[in-house]
């Protein structure tokens, strides 16, 4: 099995670009709390991500807001970081992926404090590494995200080829290390790039040995510390090759903010191809939105139920001829963008941001469109519409709800999303021979049992 690494560098700061152009290529620095039970007055914010013009400016992470401001009096934009809403770009990358990988995991933090975010996923088999990256690059473009990408047979190696690229002074958005290559790969890397204690680094570094080859050619130690990372198996390319799989449970959100150099349709129109993106990647369609429209007036919320909508505010896609009462689901981002359009009317043009949620999803389908009388009892039942609501409490929403039908139930949405998500076919795969006993660097690259 080849496992891909996707890398967000700066995965705080992008996650407000992707809904704020308006602070692309500007001096941006996200700040966030302090030390924990550290003393406001002697730990302020401090910096967790920067852009590049920023840094030129000399802002780093890991300074506070009151030094970072110092230096850039009047030049420099800070802004809060949120984790809200970096959970849920972490989510959007995720229900993307899975359009184009049969596994997703998450991952997790990498790099100095965290700055950067990790994603994993599965290379579908008889699929080029190179061309593979590019089709993953695309997809993170597409949600706003700028990328790198790694291709190899372990997490770790795969991670360093993603984070620190392949031949030095190369820049390549597409990193893939041939099979059997992590350790040929990993050998002239640094040391530093191991999660090693300085003190034991330095030591090292005294007798010589300063590159990731030269460790993995030590003598094994010679007793073994429960609980402790094999870093040697890390530099011999032995990262594991377990991944966590995603399961989609949340409900879609995407936001927006319109800016002066952008219209109210191309917004609309960014915000249905990302809609479209995670609605492939969880093989459903939206049957339910609801759209909060902020202005100079507040906020207006915009329920829209496309799904018992008229055929014809779809447009030329859904024909007109079977009657007013007729809906469909949507799926692709024509159809999204055309009926949030519609929905909002005149409140796009004064509107400076906009946010669209999925309140319901419908497996999707090429089933017919037909009204909720004319469709039998089994097809109402395999295109049931699961509501995941965005308050409290969880229910179902069908075509046609007796009361006396049990709400589907979180669990059952979850068993029903495991499957389908490989799509590929997996050929005959042979047991990696290693030592499944040793345990290898935590957190980010370890097997979770």
């Known amino acids: ?20 152009p308006s602070l692309r290529g500007a001096p941006v620095a996200v700040v966030g709390s302090g030390i924990t039970g550290a003393r406001p007055s002697l730990y302020g914010p401090i910096v967790q991500a920067c852009s590049r013009a920023a840094w030129s400016l000399g802002i780093r992470i ?27 770009t972490v989510r959007a990358i995720a229900d993307a992926l899975l ?16 700055a950067h975010l990790a994603l994993y996923c599965e290379v579908p088999v008889k699929t080029r590494g190179a061309s593979y990256g590019d089709r993953l690059l695309e997809v993170l473009e597409s949600l706003g995200l700028t990328s790198r990408i790694g291709i190899a047979d372990d997490r770790f190696t795969a991670w360093v080829a993603s984070a620190h ?4 002074g190369e820049e390549s958005g597409v990193v893939s290390v041939p099979r059997a290559g992590s350790a040929a790969f990993l050998a002239p890397r640094p040391l530093s790039l191991l999660a090693i204690t300085p003190e034991v ?5 005294a007798l010589g040995v300063r590159t990731l080859g030269e460790f993995a050619a030590l003598p094994a130690p010679s007793v073994a510390r429960p609980l402790e990372a094999d870093y040697q198996a890390l530099a011999r ?10 399961v989609p449970e949340a409900p879609i959100r995407e936001d927006i903010v319109i800016s002066a150099a952008q219209s109210g349709a191309a917004a609309v129109a960014v915000l249905a191809e990302r809609l479209a993106l995670r609605l492939a990647g969880r093989g459903r369609g939206a049957a339910r939105l609801e759209i909060t429209v902020g202005s100079e007036a507040g906020e207006k ?35 999204l963008a ?5 929905a909002l009317g005149d409140d796009l043009s004064t509107a400076w941001r906009l946010r669209v949620a999925v309140t319901g999803e419908a497996v999707a389908g090429d089933a017919a469109v037909m009204t909720p009388a004319a469709m039998p009892a089994e097809t109402i039942d395999a295109l049931s519409v699961v509501l995941s609501s965005t308050g409290s409490g969880s229910g179902s929403w069908r075509l046609t709800s007796p009361a006396s039908e049990p709400a589907t139930s979180p669990a059952a949405i979850r068993d029903e999303r495991r499957d389908p998500h490989r799509r590929t076919r997996r050929g005959k795969q042979h047991r990696r021979v290693r030592s499944a006993d040793l345990p290898v660097q935590p957190w980010l690259f370890a097997e979770r049992k």
């Open 201 to 205: 680094q330095h030591m090292l570094e």
């Open 62 to 88: 890991g300074m506070t807001a009151v030094a970072a401001n110092q230096l850039a009096p009047g030049e420099l934009r800070v802004v809060t970081g949120d984790a809200a809403l970096e959970r849920e």
């Open 165 to 168: 690229g392949g031949t030095p």
């Open 237 to 246: 390319g032995e990262g594991g090759q377990k991944l966590r799989p995603y």
């Open 338 to 342: 055309e009926a949030i359009g519609r």
């Open 301 to 335: 919320a915009v329920p829209l139920t496309p799904l018992m909508a008229p055929m014809s505010a779809l447009g030329s896609k859904a024909s007109t001829a079977s009657g007013p009462s007729h809906g469909r689901i949507l799926e692709d981002a024509e159809e």
């Open 1 to 20: 099995m080849r496992i891909a690494c996707v890398h967000i560098p700066q995965f705080a700061l992008q996650s407000l670009t992707r809904i704020d």
């Open 99 to 114: 359009a184009v990988s049969g596994v997703v995991d998450v991952g997790g933090r990498a790099g100095a404090g965290g």
